[in-house]
């Protein structure tokens, strides 16, 4: 006779168990490293890309700083080494930059239906966008390195010391995912690529400009310190500002704690319009 358990659970041979782990879906952790993976082949395919990525900041930083350090008001900028001065703000124009041209594949998954072939898959749809924020802030990093040891070599250190750097580094990776989050989102809720282009062509450098990355709060006139206060910007170069040429100061936390802010007020909208989009389509699919 026949076990009743048995017949309702039957036994796990071998060959069931291969089959069962063949179906189960992948770890989260997994699923976020095989797609960050694909954004890394394709950088190391582009090798001018490669190189021009991670060397731009670098240059920027060499070219304007050594070139407009002569024409620049110490007493202006309260210090005369204006490398360091300008060095967050180099750091940040590469976030921004960084973020516009992070938002782009998504775009293009979204535009040639690769994005649907992504939500067909036993994936959690979070790990589509955590593996784009793992890659920009990869290539982020090496990118602030890069400016480190330049500005280094043409004199420009830190005074908070290598646990600024990594402080620095810190306040960069928070901004990218900020940013990141905020261009993501602009790409899910445009209908064409063109559109996505007008927008961030007329907001990108003026919310640089618009921050204290090359002239100090007090130097400009009074309502563009104003709006300099509203950018959110203006408060991670601070904070990387400060640590660059102080060291380690109470203003740190205040500008870190008010970027802190701004960054899950962007992971919400982010997440918000990803979740709208990506529901919408496998509505449609339906």
């Known amino acids: 006779m ?4 048995q017949a309702v659970h039957p036994p796990l041979t071998p060959e069931v168990a291969q089959a069962v782990r063949s179906v189960e879906p992948r770890p989260w952790a997994q699923e976020v490293g095989a797609l960050a993976r ?7 395919r582009d090798r001018l890309n490669l190189v021009f990525s991670v060397c731009q900041p670098a240059l920027w930083l060499v070219f304007f700083g050594s070139g407009i350090e002569r024409a620049v008001n110490a007493r202006v900028i309260g210090t005369s080494n204006y490398i360091g001065f300008m060095l967050p703000g180099v750091i940040s124009l590469t976030v921004v930059t960084n973020a516009v041209s ?6 293009w ?3 040639t ?14 790990s589509l966008i955590v593996s784009r924020f793992v890659f920009q802030f990869a290539l982020g990093c090496a990118q602030v390195v890069l400016v480190f040891v330049v500005a280094v070599i043409i004199g420009a250190g830190i005074a908070a010391g290598p646990f600024g750097a990594i402080a620095i580094l810190v306040v960069a990776g928070v901004l990218s995912m900020a940013s990141t989050a905020v261009f993501m989102g602009l790409a899910y809720r445009v209908p064409t690529h063109g559109t996505f282009f007008a927008i961030t062509g007329f907001v990108t450098l003026p919310l640089v400009f618009m921050s204290n990355a090359f002239v100090p ?3 400009m006139p009074t309502w563009m310190a104003v709006v300099a206060r509203l950018n959110p910007l203006t408060y991670a170069i601070e904070a990387m500002r400060i640590l660059v040429l102080e060291g380690w100061r109470v203003r740190v936390a205040s500008s870190f704690g008010v970027l802190v802010l701004f960054a899950a007020a962007c ?9 709208r989009h990506t529901g919408q389509r496998v509505d449609e699919r339906r």
Not at 2 to 5: A, I, L, P, Q, T
Not at 102 to 107: C, N, S, V, Y
Not at 113 to 126: C, T, W
Not at 267 to 275: D, H, I, K, M
């Open 109 to 111: 998954d979204k535009e």
């Open 113 to 126: 239906g690769y994005l649907d072939k992504l939500l067909s898959m036993p994936i959690a749809r979070s």
């Open 217 to 219: 709060v007090d130097a």
């Open 2 to 5: 026949v076990d009743v358990e």
């Open 267 to 275: 992971l919400a909208v982010g997440t918000y319009e990803f979740r």
């Open 38 to 44: 694909r954004w890394f082949i394709q950088l190391s």
């Open 102 to 107: 992070g938002a782009m594949p998504m775009l």
